[in-house]
Structures are given as structure tokens and as C-alpha cells.
Nanobody, 114 residues
Framework: VQLVESGGGLVQPGGSLRLSCAAS????????MSWYRQAPGKERELVAA????????NYADFVKGRFTISRDNAKNTVYLQMNSLKPEDTAVYYC????????WGQGTQVTVSS
């Protein structure tokens, strides 16, 4: 099983980034996919989740209206479009998959700073 995140980096406040997570080794199209994040000294927290078919999404209050989660089951990939980024969004962002088991990616660093 592999979950490989990409798309992180350094961005100025108000900017945008698009994270991608390429999945392999399990039945992606039947799995609920999520993005979590963990800032230094803080616990890992849920950012957004999307159902297996992509017809239902959930967002943490602190990203509602700014972030959008989506998926392409033909490409085994889940995305997180992040707009209007704030310094407090700085964290390592992790891809998470769940069906019968839970899987984590290695994370990608997002830094929002001027």
C-alpha cells in the first residue's frame, strides 16, 4: 500500500496550493479518503474527507469555504485545493485512506509565510 502526497511548499498568505495524493495497493474506489494536518507541537487533526464515490464531503470549520477536497477514481488520486491560505494553515498535510484498514501517507509540508 502506498499513499504519496505532493504539491506542498512555501506560499504567501492569501495564496493557493493544490495537494495531490496518489494511491496504490488497495481498492481506492471503495475507500473513504481524507486529509489531515499536524502543526508543530499540536495533535493531528482532520481537515477534510470525501466518500468513496465522491458525492459527499466534510470539512473542518477552520477550512470551510477555503479548501476543497475532490477525487478521481480513474486515477486513484485525491486532491486538496487550498485557497486563501493563512499562516495558521502551516503544517504537514497527510493523506489518509480507510475501508477495512487505515493507511497514511508520509506527509507533505505546507508553509504559509510572507
Amino acid at each position: 500500500v502506498q499513499l504519496v502526497e505532493s504539491g506542498g511548499g512555501l506560499v504567501q498568505p492569501g495564496g493557493s496550493l493544490r495537494l495531490s495524493c496518489a494511491a496504490s495497493g488497495f481498492t481506492f474506489r471503495f475507500s473513504v479518503m481524507s486529509w489531515y494536518r499536524q502543526a508543530p507541537g499540536k495533535e493531528r487533526e482532520l481537515v477534510a474527507a470525501i466518500s468513496s464515490a465522491g458525492d459527499s464531503t466534510n470539512y473542518a470549520d477552520f477550512v470551510k469555504g477555503r479548501f476543497t477536497i475532490s477525487r478521481d477514481n480513474a486515477k486513484n488520486t485525491v486532491y486538496l485545493q487550498m485557497n486563501s491560505l493563512k499562516p495558521e494553515d502551516t503544517a504537514v498535510y497527510y493523506c489518509h485512506a480507510y475501508r477495512w484498514n487505515a493507511y497514511w501517507g508520509q506527509g507533505t509540508q505546507v508553509t504559509v509565510s510572507s
